[in-house]
């Protein structure tokens, strides 16, 4: 029960805090402080979980087991990090006249609203409160993808919250339909909507009613983690948000979604069973991968470029689940963190370049490495990392994943990922290439981020490169907790 | 009950349902914002007395906050603060359309035969004896298709805000029919999130009409790829 207000309770203060304070200093030691402790209170939840598999509050609001505990770590250490980088981030832009004393303190509140919301989605038994916290994300977020105010910035807020909330009302009609099918069979009404009591009975469920249910279910939920084709969204989003806000969106806010989306699979795919939810799965996958390849061979703009390298990632998670076997779910599990991880980087890099050069647009930027050589080589290897080259973590992820896909007799969608892959790949490099090497078009005086700053990145991109080479022992046992949930 | 019977509670729900129904529809066909905003608020207000109406019938006194919330907050709160800000930003009330009147009201009739036969499939699966009553799901699961086809099919900021609130409408109506209504306390989350949602919509609108002069969302249109 400690641990549950822990966790809730730290992004709580923190908000009420910033919402008190206005000096700088304070902020940020309050956020780097809320960020932090949750980090570590995630831990102590992982470590709990090893123990006593699952854990309940008194009336059973609140819920924990392996994959709750894997995805609260790599959600609260993105936020953690990128709390940490937001310093250094701010105070650059207020030195440069971008941000002014009220919209640090608006940025530093809503960073810790956006974390508590994230925290209420991936503790939540109940299925109600789930949904009040996805919808809350995106509320949470709304100002911070406006935060420039500039006429591109106010679009793709509005754009964002208004598909966003459309997809998330969807997904409450699959709420209540997974709730009305569960009505006759769980004993006290007011359980019915908690997943523990929901996954006890799974198998007297109402397979009609929860098929359907679950199609509204991955249309909500999928808009929210940017499944093609509910993804339109995010290339604006992502574009627009400042970079620390786009790379906590990419690595925080889509596994939040996903496991949303993991928890209604687990249900339906032990209640339906027959293949039914895994198939849509694959189907989405592979669908969000493919709709990826045109945009990234044809991009301008090199924060989009992540955006849809984000719809690519999270198609090939998506399509791992699909896969079912544990396998496939360790791959799935393996490549969230490797993508949280990569994504960070590659945003905080990007918003550098950005910032360097005063542009997004990729032809406008040439020879970065003469100009900020740190962030240019932190740049080329993070995206030989995301692309899927030895020896970073990601090639780990995407081999298993594959490997799981041809060993469970799905060749030709085997087939169809590689063929994705590789084709994103030569688009990526084509594209960075020409951005980091080479020389300036014209004279930039732009400068890159402080040492601390480039410190962070070096580390993500140290992370990356041990996950490619050997896994920790704790961390093995946690994603296999974790598969353990999946297996239902 | 002793007062009402218990079929007379059915048929005002009945009657209710179906004028809901017929606000949806009438949205459709409007072309004035100041209309969209009243539909809405009779709407919402009609909604608010399926909910009562289900307290009275069956007992389920949770709703009853519920019923007052969506009375208070949509039937009143909602259309003052929108109907304050087409005053406040003056814009031109009149609606333009993708897909003219006639057209649109033939699509509807189209939804709301879809939505009949995909509630009596809902219904039909389930085992048992079903607490729902099929005609207030079908016109529920209607409201959900026409707010996205106002959403879709009108091109001003505020006729998205309606449609959007016009779906949350349908959402909220199914629970009623098929769960008489979801947990107390995730019903008024709900409510928050939606209000929430409403206000930081409003807000955009302002700030697209002061960088674009305009709220028709057709300028919305630079980002693209």
Redesign the interface.
């Known amino acids: 029960m400690i641990l549950f207000s822990l966790l809730l309770g730290t992004p709580i203060a923190g908000s009420i805090l910033c919402a008190l304070f206005h000096k700088r200093r304070v902020l940020e030691i309050i956020t780097v402080t809320s960020s932090g402790l949750t980090f570590l209170s995630a831990f102590w939840l992982a470590a709990k979980v090893m123990q006593e598999t699952t854990l309940h509050s008194p009336q059973g609001w609140w819920y924990a087991d392996g994959l709750s505990a894997y995805i609260i770590i790599i959600v609260s250490g993105s936020a953690f990090v990128v709390a940490l980088y937001s310093i250094g981030y701010l105070r650059r832009q207020i030195y440069k006249r971008k941000v002014d004393a009220p919209k640090l303190w608006l940025y530093y509140l809503l960073l810790n609203i956006f974390l508590f919301t994230m925290m209420l989605v991936l503790l939540s038994n109940?299925l109600?409160?789930l949904?009040?916290g996805s919808?809350?994300t995106?509320?949470a977020t709304?100002?911070l993808v406006?935060f420039y105010?500039r006429?591109?910035s106010?679009?793709?807020?509005?754009?964002y919250?208004?598909i966003c909330?459309?997809g998330i009302?969807?997904a409450?009609?699959g709420i209540?339909?997974t709730?009305?099918?569960a009505?006759?069979v769980v004993p006290a009404s007011?359980n019915a909507?908690h997943w523990s009591s929901l996954m006890l009975v799974a198998k007297e469920l109402?397979p009609?009613?929860l098929k359907?249910a679950f199609i509204f279910i991955l249309i909500g939920f999928g808009t929210k983690a940017g499944l093609a084709p509910m993804h339109t969204w995010k290339?604006?989003a992502y574009?627009e948000a400042p970079a620390p806000i786009s790379a906590l969106m990419a690595a925080g806010l889509v596994n939040v979604a996903l496991y949303s989306l993991m928890r209604f699979y687990i249900l339906v795919d032990k209640a339906v069973g027959g293949g039914f939810a895994s198939t849509l799965f694959i189907i989405f996958g592979l669908m969000s991968m493919g709709v990826a390849v045109p945009?990234i061979l044809?991009?301008?703009?090199f924060k989009?470029l992540l955006a849809y390298s984000s719809v690519e990632h999270v198609g090939i998670i998506v399509f791992a689940l699909g896969i079912g076997t544990p396998l496939a779910y360790f791959g799935a599990l393996l490549h969230l963190l490797n993508n949280a991880i990569a994504k960070i980087l590659l945003f905080l890099t990007a918003g550098n370049v950005r910032m360097a050069y005063g542009s997004r647009i990729m032809h406008k930027v040439t020879g970065a490495i003469k100009v900020i050589p740190a962030s240019a080589t932190l740049l080329i290897v993070g995206v030989f990392a995301i692309t899927g080259w030895p020896p970073f973590g990601i090639f780990v992820s995407e081999f298993t994943i594959v490997s799981a896909g041809f060993t469970s007799g799905n060749i030709v969608p085997a087939i169809l990922f590689i063929g994705f892959i590789t084709t994103i790949f030569v688009g990526f490099i084509y594209y960075t290439s020409r951005m980091v090497l080479g020389e300036p078009h014209r004279p930039v005086k732009g400068s890159d981020a402080d040492s601390a700053s480039l410190l962070l990145l070096g580390l993500l991109l140290g992370a990356l490169l041990m996950l490619g080479v050997f896994i920790p022992s704790q961390l093995q046992q946690c994603i296999q907790n974790a598969v353990n949930v999946l297996k239902g | 009950m002793g007062i009402i019977h218990l079929s007379t509670i059915g048929l005002l729900i009945d009657i209710f349902a179906a004028a809901i129904l017929v606000t949806a529809v009438l949205i459709v066909s409007s072309r004035s914002l100041v209309f969209y905003i009243r539909l809405f608020a009779l709407q919402s207000f009609f909604l608010g007395a399926v909910a009562l109406l289900v307290v009275l019938g069956y007992g389920e006194t949770h709703i009853l906050i519920a019923a007052f919330l969506t009375i208070a907050v949509k039937a009143i709160a909602l259309p003052m603060v929108l109907t304050r800000v087409i005053e406040r930003i003056q814009v031109r009330k009149e609606i333009e359309f993708s897909i003219n009147i006639t057209a649109s009201l033939l699509l509807c009739a189209g939804m709301v035969i879809l939505s009949d036969s995909v509630a009596q499939s809902i219904l039909s699966s389930q085992r048992g004896e079903a607490p729902a009553v099929s005609r207030v799901l079908s016109v529920s699961i209607a409201m959900m298709l026409i707010g996205l086809f106002i959403m879709m099919t009108r091109k001003k900021a505020l006729t998205q805000i309606i449609g959007l609130l016009t779906m949350e409408n349908g959402v909220f109506l199914s629970g009623l029919s098929i769960t008489y209504g979801m947990p107390l306390i995730v019903e008024v989350g709900i409510f928050f999130d939606i209000m929430i949602a409403v206000l930081i919509l409003g807000v955009f609108v302002f700030r697209i009409n002061k960088t674009f002069e305009t709220i028709s969302i057709d300028s919305l249109r630079n980002l693209r790829h």
């Open positions: 109940n109600g409160f949904w009040i919808e809350a995106t509320l709304a100002f406006a105010e006429e591109s106010i679009e793709a807020a509005w754009k919250v208004v909330s459309v009302t969807l409450l009609f209540i339909l709730y009305f099918s009505l006759h007011g909507l109402d009609a009613v359907l290339p604006d574009g945009f044809l991009q301008r703009d989009r």
